[in-house]
C-alpha cells in the first residue's frame, strides 16, 4: 500500500556534528565529517525535493566552474604546485556534479515494469563515482607535490597565487554551505558528499597560503608540503564520504528512523502491535515496511481504514518518507493490548 507524501515535518535525528568546538582542528573535524540531515529543514515532497537538489547542483557546478577558470590561470603563471592541487580538486567537482545532475533527473523517471521501484538508485550510484574521482585527485596531488619536491620550482606571481587562494577559499565554502544546507534538507548523501568536498578545497585553499610564505621565506619545498597535506585531507573525506554512500547502498539506516517509526505505529488508534519494521534509503528518499496486529474479528474495510491512517501518520510525521508498505495482521479479538 502505498501514499503520497502530505506536509512538512520536522527530522528528529540527532546529529550534533556541526557543533564542535572552534578552532583549527574543530574546522578539519567539520570539514571531513560527513553530516547527516537537518532536522529543522526536511521537506516532505518528492517533486520538490528533487527540483531543489538540481538548483543547488547547477549553481554550484557555475561556482566551482568559474573558480576552477581563475585557479588555472593562476597555476599557468606561477607554477605553484599547491594551486595545482587545489585546481585538480575544483575540476573534480565539475566532473562529479554533472552525473548528479544527470542522476537526479533519472530519479524523476516513473517506475516500469522493469524498474518497479523507479530509478533513485542512480543518485546513490553517482556516489560511487564521486569517491573515484576523489581517490583520483588524490594520487594526481601526491604525484605533483612529490615531484616539487624533489625538483622545486621557482614560484612567480606569488601576489596572484595568494589572492587566488583567498578568493578560492571563500567560493568554496560559500559553495558547501548551500550544498549541505540543501543535501541535507532533501536527504541527499551525494549532495552532501559534494558539499564536504567543497569545504575540504576551502581548507586546501588556505594551504595554499602557507607554499606563498614560504616561497616568500625562501623555503620553496613548503608549497610542496601543502600539496600532500591537502592530499590527506582529501583521502580522509574519501574514507568518511564512501562510508555513507557505502551503508546507503547496502540498505543502512539509521536506527532512529526505525525507532521512530514504531514510536509513530504504536500510537495509531486499532494498533494492537507492531513487528518488523524496516525502511531503506533510495536515493534521497525513504521507504518503509511494517506489520501491525489488529483485532481479527472486524472487517477488512475497518482494517484497511486503520491501515491508511497509520500511511498518513508516518508520511506526516517521518521526514523524508515517500512509500509506507503495511501488513496487517489478524489476532483474536479481545486477545491484544492496545
Do not use: C
Request: aromatic letters at 4%; a neutral charge.
Amino acid at each position: 500500500m502505498m501514499q503520497q507524501p502530505v506536509g512538512p515535518s520536522h527530522d528528529h535525528h540527532h546529529h550534533n556534528n556541526h557543533e564542535h568546538g572552534r578552532g583549527l582542528w574543530a574546522a578539519i573535524r567539520h570539514a571531513v565529517t560527513p553530516h547527516s540531515h537537518d532536522h529543522s529543514e526536511a521537506i516532505q515532497s518528492a517533486e520538490e525535493s528533487s527540483e531543489q537538489g538540481l538548483r543547488a547542483a547547477w549553481f554550484s557546478l557555475g561556482g566551482m566552474g568559474a573558480t576552477a577558470v581563475l585557479q588555472i590561470v593562476i597555476v599557468t603563471l606561477s607554477g605553484s604546485m599547491a594551486l595545482l592541487a587545489d585546481t585538480v580538486h575544483n575540476i573534480g567537482h565539475l566532473a562529479t556534479t554533472i552525473p548528479l545532475i544527470i542522476a537526479f533527473r533519472i530519479g524523476q523517471r516513473a517506475p516500469t515494469r522493469r524498474y518497479t521501484y523507479g530509478f533513485r538508485r542512480a543518485e546513490d550510484l553517482v556516489g560511487l563515482l564521486i569517491g573515484l574521482v576523489i581517490a583520483l585527485s588524490a594520487a594526481v596531488i601526491i604525484w605533483e607535490s612529490v615531484r616539487a619536491l624533489a625538483q622545486p620550482r621557482e614560484l612567480t606571481n606569488l601576489g596572484w597565487v595568494l589572492a587566488a587562494a583567498l578568493v578560492g577559499a571563500a567560493g568554496n565554502e560559500a559553495v558547501a554551505q548551500y550544498r549541505i544546507r540543501v543535501g541535507r534538507r532533501i536527504g541527499s548523501a551525494a549532495l552532501i558528499a559534494e558539499g564536504q568536498h567543497a569545504r575540504t578545497d576551502a581548507l586546501t585553499s588556505l594551504a595554499v597560503v602557507s607554499g606563498v610564505v614560504g616561497a616568500w621565506l625562501g623555503a620553496p619545498q613548503v608549497d610542496a608540503v601543502a600539496g600532500l597535506a591537502i592530499a590527506a585531507v582529501v583521502v580522509l573525506v574519501l574514507i568518511r564520504s564512501m562510508k555513507t554512500v557505502l551503508n546507503r547502498l547496502m540498505d543502512g539506516v539509521d536506527e532512529s528512523v526505525t525507532a521512530r517509526i514504531g514510536s509513530v505505529a504504536e500510537r495509531v488508534a486499532g494498533v494492537h502491535a507492531v513487528e518488523g519494521v524496516r525502511a531503506r534509503w533510495s536515493g534521497h528518499r525513504l521507504e518503509a515496511e511494517l506489520g501491525i496486529t489488529i483485532d481479527g474479528g472486524q472487517t477488512v474495510t475497518a482494517g484497511h481504514l486503520v491501515a491508511e491512517t497509520l500511511q498518513r501518520e508516518l508520511l506526516g510525521s517521518v521526514p523524508h518518507l515517500d512509500r509506507v508498505a503495511v501488513r496487517l495482521l489478524p489476532v483474536a479479538e479481545g486477545t491484544g493490548g492496545a
